[in-house]
């Protein structure tokens, strides 16, 4: 399953960087790709709820929403 997260608050490649490495934490996610200005394309299994997702992304500092 593919989720693209909205994302609000990254400026630059290191908040990228920071997203990317706070959703691959999320158990059930395989891989993640961050484009800015603002979006986040994340291979999760069906049992990762995005709420999990947004979660994370809020836990290191930003904003997301599906």
Known sequence: MTTT???NGMTCNHCAGTVK???LAVKGVSAVEVTLP???KVVH???TPTAALAAAVDAAGYTASV
């Open 5 to 7: 997260l909205q994302v």
């Open 21 to 23: 490495q706070a959703l």
């Open 38 to 40: 603002d979006q986040a």
């Open 45 to 47: 299994d069906d049992a």
